[in-house]
């Protein structure tokens, strides 16, 4: 499960030294013209090892004689490691990266620009993640799998209440919270939504037609402090005010782990926690397997509620002297038949053609049609120095627990961006 995380991983570590990775004159790194190093996270080699088989062979097919190693790295390692490479000519030629990580190394010039036309599906990649490849107007990348996020509830807690159905609509679902709060009682959770989780906090930006930030003329600016952009984030209060009980300064790092410890009869959440909430190691209750159950989170709007559409990407470092072999293994590998034994494996896919095909598989239908509804990171130069600051969590928490107030929290936040989000 710790492949689901992958959202969550900003670009804080990104190392100055990638500066000196730039320039197509410097393509002589890498493994060489009939080698090819892939750099891809543990989460292959413990869960889908065929498939790196599978394009290997299809590789092998086309080129005999070429030579594949593969090396594999935890997420929090992975990075370190390759900010060291990257400044020396011992580059990989394929990189797995965390979507919210390519846009620093992009801004940076450490990945080759990529022609889509020449991968699967190219024509159709979900937004958000097609966004996670793009500066500039320019492709810099691939998108690899995603993972949603979606509303989890307690049945038999909402049974208890006379609740028969998960809501399909915002007012419904307040009403459902409204009598569960008051069945529970002031000490429970009726919705647990960790104050400083800015991906669900920013989605009710999102869904108000806010956003973090916009580009005009060129330059970024803050938009927390917009109209709409409020109209959000007072809504996220509400929802903190009326059924968030717990500590108001914490994340979102240990929700699943809350979730099973029946504190709670809501979360919104990636989609993966609810099944590892019930997961026996983390059920305290002994009754979350069979009444655990994911639905798709209405909006405010009226609209399903957008959502951060994590996942990873596959880069080809701008030093790789096998760039042609290294597309050529990105789309054997997360390519047409590479989707379908993605998705197979629990994941979301790459491109709207597949995710169609999820929705109308009872198994997989509710994250492939919250994932319908999406929205990503500012793709702006200093978006990593955003992240590294915090300037959303902390926004979020002063919000939650009253240390400021909606709008002057917002303009603090966006005064924060204002002075870092144009930055190279």
Request: include cysteine; charged fraction near 25%.
């Amino acid at each position: 499960m710790k492949r689901k995380l992958t959202a969550a991983i900003g670009i804080a570590g990104l190392m100055v030294s990638i500066a000196a990775c730039g320039g197509s004159s410097e393509k002589a790194g890498g493994s060489g013209e009939n080698k090819l190093t892939v750099w891809l996270t543990v989460d292959a080699q413990n869960n889908w090892p065929q498939l790196v088989k599978d394009a290997d062979a299809a590789l092998k097919k086309k080129h005999p004689g070429v030579k594949i190693t593969h090396e594999y790295y935890g997420w929090p390692d992975k990075n370190t490691k390759l900010d060291a490479v990257l400044a020396t000519d011992k580059v990989p030629d394929v990189v797995e990266m965390g979507n919210t990580e390519m846009l620093g190394y992009m801004v940076k010039g450490a990945f080759a620009e990529v022609d889509p036309s020449k991968f699967d599906h190219s024509d159709g990649w979900l937004d958000g993640l097609k966004a996670s490849v793009t500066y500039d107007g320019k492709t810099y990348g691939v998108p690899y799998y995603a993972g949603g996020r979606v509303a989890n509830w307690r049945k038999d807690i909402a049974a208890a209440s006379g609740i028969k159905d998960t809501p399909k609509s915002y007012s419904e679902l307040l009403s459902d919270l409204d009598k569960i709060q008051k069945k529970q009682g002031s000490g429970f959770n009726a919705w647990y939504q960790p104050t400083r989780d800015w991906y669900a906090g920013m989605s009710f930006v999102y869904d108000a037609g806010g956003a973090i930030a916009k580009e005009q003329g060129g330059t970024w600016k803050g938009t927390l402090s917009s109209p709409e952009s409020l109209k959000g984030l007072g809504e996220f209060k509400k929802v903190i005010d009326a059924y968030m009980h717990g500590d108001k300064t914490k994340d979102e790092s240990d929700r699943y782990i809350v979730y099973g410890q029946g504190k709670s009869a809501m979360i919104f959440a990636a989609a993966w926690e609810g099944a590892t909430s019930a997961d026996p190691k983390n059920d305290k209750t002994g009754k979350l397997k069979d009444n655990a159950v994911n639905f798709v989170m209405p909006g405010p709007s009226g609209k399903n509620m957008p959502v951060f559409l994590g996942g990873s990407d596959l880069a080809i470092p701008v030093k790789s002297g096998a760039q042609d072999l290294a597309a050529e293994w990105i789309n054997d590998f997360a390519g047409a038949k590479g989707q379908k034994g993605l998705m197979a494996k629990g994941n979301l896919p790459n491109d709207k053609a597949d995710l169609e095909t999820q929705k109308k598989d009872p198994a997989t239908a509710v994250p492939a049609i919250a994932a319908e509804s999406n929205w990503f990171v500012p793709m702006a130069p200093g978006w990593g120095q955003v992240e590294k600051a915090q300037v959303l969590q902390t926004m979020l928490q002063n919000i939650g627990t009253g240390k400021q107030s909606v709008e002057a929290a917002a303009k603090t936040a966006d005064a924060a961006i204002d002075k870092v989000i144009n930055n190279k």
